[in-house]
């Protein structure tokens, strides 16, 4: 006690420092918990969406909102709540998690305690905001005019070029998980083997037409992993979304179902992946970022190079 006594006393503007930052954070701490407005990170609001219907709150500005938005997000400007309150009401039936965020964060907290206040029980606060969301990888939807672009967090480029004034709309309507399996042959023996895993990662995808502008995009991620020359596990997951799709040019939808689609379908099934591998008793698994543009133009290039040889195989059986 007496050393921590005199080092207080030769580093007296430390120890206020250190003081005053711990008050600070103790008063946010106390200050979020009494408001019932709970703050929660980019994971845990990406299982609230999958799992429990979660609807995402934003509230900036509503031309900020149309340049770039989170999956299924209620445009709540502050300055609208209370014309907007009702509306969100209905929609909001059975009172889902309501995740409410801005730019980096903070400021939602205001919009939070107004939705307490109005009835809604299940209220947080994304942490650090549309920032952390995008930092993380996770799928963005917007609508633009003329420009021909949807939001871009994933570097798997845009969409290509609309007619001149068309108003383009891609819409994530819903998520879900259409299947998932998983087994451990080796296990419990395997437990007792040195963690070395080999991972072989394949990826699939398919759509199909549900009605008007409206698609069925499944994404399927199989992870095969071997350790000590025997298979440790194999996990398979489905991710299904259900997008809205408006003005975009014929030539640009199957590219747009192809890529775009399966690459804002890739966190989530991450997401459930990295679950049923440490609720089966293994390492989390946090797979890499994968370039779907990429994957796509390759399938494209082998399905035209596949065609081509064909034709020319006829071609010569022809002549013959």
């Known amino acids: 006690m007496q050393e921590f006594l005199e080092f207080a006393q030769n580093n007296w503007g430390l120890v206020l420092a250190f003081v005053l930052i711990l008050g ?56 609208e709540f209370d014309q907007l309150i009702d509306k969100l009401r209905k929609e909001a039936d059975g009172d889902p998690p309501l995740i409410v965020y801005d730019d980096q964060g903070p400021q939602a907290d205001r919009v939070g305690r107004k939705l307490r206040k109005a009835g809604f029980t299940r209220v947080y606060r994304l942490k650090h ?12 939807e917007n609508v633009k005019k003329g420009e021909g672009t949807m939001a871009e967090n994933n570097g798997n480029g845009s969409t290509g070029a609309a007619d001149a004034g068309q108003r383009q709309r891609f ?7 259409r299947d998932v399996s998983f087994e451990a042959p080796s296990a419990p023996e395997g437990f007792r083997d040195e963690w070395k895993p080999q991972l072989d990662v394949e990826l699939g995808s398919r759509h199909q037409p549900l009605g008007e502008n409206t698609y069925d995009v499944v994404l399927s991620v199989t992870v095969t992993a071997r350790n000590n020359e025997r298979t440790a596990y194999l996990c398979e997951v489905k991710q299904g979304g259900v997008f809205r799709l408006e003005g975009f040019p014929e030539a640009d939808m199957e590219r747009v179902l192809g890529a775009y689609c399966p690459a804002q379908l890739f966190p989530f099934a991450r ?13 989390q698994l946090l797979l890499a ?13 082998r399905r035209e190079q596949g065609a081509s040889d064909q034709n020319a195989t006829s071609q010569d059986g022809g002549r013959a």
């Open 171 to 177: 819409q994530i309507a819903k998520m879900y998980l």
């Open 129 to 140: 905001g549309l920032r952390a969301w995008q930092g993380a990888g996770y799928p963005m």
């Open 24 to 79: 600070w954070w103790i008063g946010g701490e106390l200050f979020h918990w009494y408001s019932g407005v709970k703050m929660i990170d980019a994971d845990t609001a990406t299982r609230m969406y999958n799992r429990e219907s979660g609807r995402f709150i934003d509230m900036r500005p509503r031309k900020e909102f149309d340049g770039g938005h989170l999956p299924g997000a209620f445009s709540l400007p502050e300055a």
């Open 271 to 283: 997401e459930a992946i990295n679950d049923l591998v440490v609720k089966g008793g293994f390492p």
């Open 289 to 301: 970022p994968v370039n779907f543009e990429s994957l796509y133009q390759q399938q494209k290039q």
